[in-house]
């Protein structure tokens, strides 16, 4: 089965740099639209990055736009997702996920993928 592990998660001050990264095993990883989610405490679960299986095509939150970066390695089987001045709103569990289905797009909505990791967690202080 499809497995997915997100690593590179901490503690950080506001305007500092984290780099997430996420390892998938048992499936075709170059097949697979890729995305980053989190999910802060009392709020639902929302879209934060995503990339095709190629990465010609990507997508990014309005509000982490210009900060945050979605890249993949596909002949390492892994997606990153490198993240710069951080806020303390960045503060959440984040998510990695995959699209085995995606054709050419990289989708933005929790229903499109079919396998997660258990995700890692960022917290950003004042």
């Known amino acids: 089965q499809v497995q997915l592990v997100e690593s590179g998660g901490g503690l950080v001050q506001a305007g500092d740099s984290l780099r997430l990264s996420c390892a998938v095993s048992g499936g075709t990883f170059r097949t697979f639209a890729m995305g980053w989610f989190r999910q802060a405490p009392g709020k639902e679960r929302e879209f934060v990055a995503s990339i095709s299986a190629s990465g010609v095509t990507s997508n990014t939150r309005n509000s982490v736009r210009g900060r945050f970066a979605i890249s993949r390695d596909n002949a390492k089987n892994t997606v990153a997702l490198q993240m710069s001045s951080l806020t303390p709103e960045d503060t959440a569990v984040y998510y990695c996920?995959?699209?085995?289905?995606?054709?050419?797009?990289?989708?933005?909505?929790?229903?499109?993928?079919?396998?997660w990791g258990r995700g890692t967690q960022v917290t950003v202080s004042s």
């Open positions: 996920a995959a699209d085995r289905t995606a054709v050419a797009i990289a989708p933005t909505t929790v229903n499109a993928y079919d396998y």
